[in-house]
């Protein structure tokens, strides 16, 4: 089946640094990738649209400066937290869609994020 | 914009009994599909069973089946034999037609299963 890898799994980082997490198809190519954050207990929020070769799509409330996307190719999509902060620290979780009408989304296994 | 609600925060059921998790949603389109996601604690979201709108047949796979009913917009999901594994979050999402759409998430019923 279709497998999402997401890494790192888990990062530590000070405050004020940059953290890039990564998001890749390995079977399939995804136009489209989708970011979310999940706090503790919560649902699933969606961040961002990544659209391969154009810019994300950003929701509402998003900081588009802070969570800076790229979706360079096919396979890949990353997610740049920039200057973090204790409160960004969260689950950030990544899915993609093989664009078929009836395609699932499948994904990533996650992020953990900790600013310290 | 399309909502998704999962009136029930936490579930238990006996191991070996059957449960069944409610979902509603609210859409003015007629093209969408359906999902249920299962979060274990290792936070893997795990897809259990999807629904295309324009089947009228519900959807099984195994143990897992859901009772849609699309002029009321309910999508409920029915484990049946619950086992100790099927502990775990579980998510309804609802997705417009189309090959890149997002999903959008109720809030969750947590599953808890008793031996």
């Known amino acids: ?116 | 914009a399309q909502t998704v609600t999962q009136s029930q925060p936490e579930m238990s059921v006996q191991e070996a009994e059957t449960v069944t998790l409610s979902c509603t949603y609210d859409t003015s389109e007629s093209d969408y599909y359906l999902f249920w996601y299962k979060q274990p604690p290792s936070r893997q979201m795990i897809l259990v069973i999807r629904q295309e709108a324009y089947k009228q047949q519900n959807a099984t796979e195994n143990r897992f089946s859901v009772n849609f009913q699309k002029a009321a917009k309910s999508f409920s999901l029915k484990i049946s034999d619950s086992q100790l594994g099927d502990a775990a979050m579980y998510f309804c999402a609802y997705r417009s037609g189309g090959g890149s759409e997002k999903l959008v998430f109720g809030k969750g019923t947590k599953l808890t299963v008793n031996p």
Not at chain 1, 29 to 40: D, L
Not at chain 1, 44 to 70: C, H, P, R, W
Not at chain 1, 83 to 105: G, K, T
């Open chain 1, 1 to 116: 089946g279709a497998v999402v890898s997401q890494h790192p799994s888990r990062v530590i980082c000070k405050s004020g640094t940059s953290v890039k997490i990564e998001c890749r198809s390995l079977d399939f190519q995804a136009t489209t990738m989708f970011w979310y954050r999940q706090f503790p207990k919560q649902s699933l929020m969606l961040m961002a649209t990544s659209n391969e070769g154009s810019k994300a799509t950003y929701e509402q409330g998003v900081e588009k400066d802070k969570f800076l996307i790229n979706h360079a190719s096919l396979t890949l999509s990353t997610l740049t937290v920039t200057s973090a902060h204790p409160e960004d620290s969260s689950f950030y979780i990544c899915s993609a869609s093989q664009d078929r009408a009836n395609s699932p989304l499948h994904f990533g296994n996650g992020t953990r994020l900790t600013v310290t």
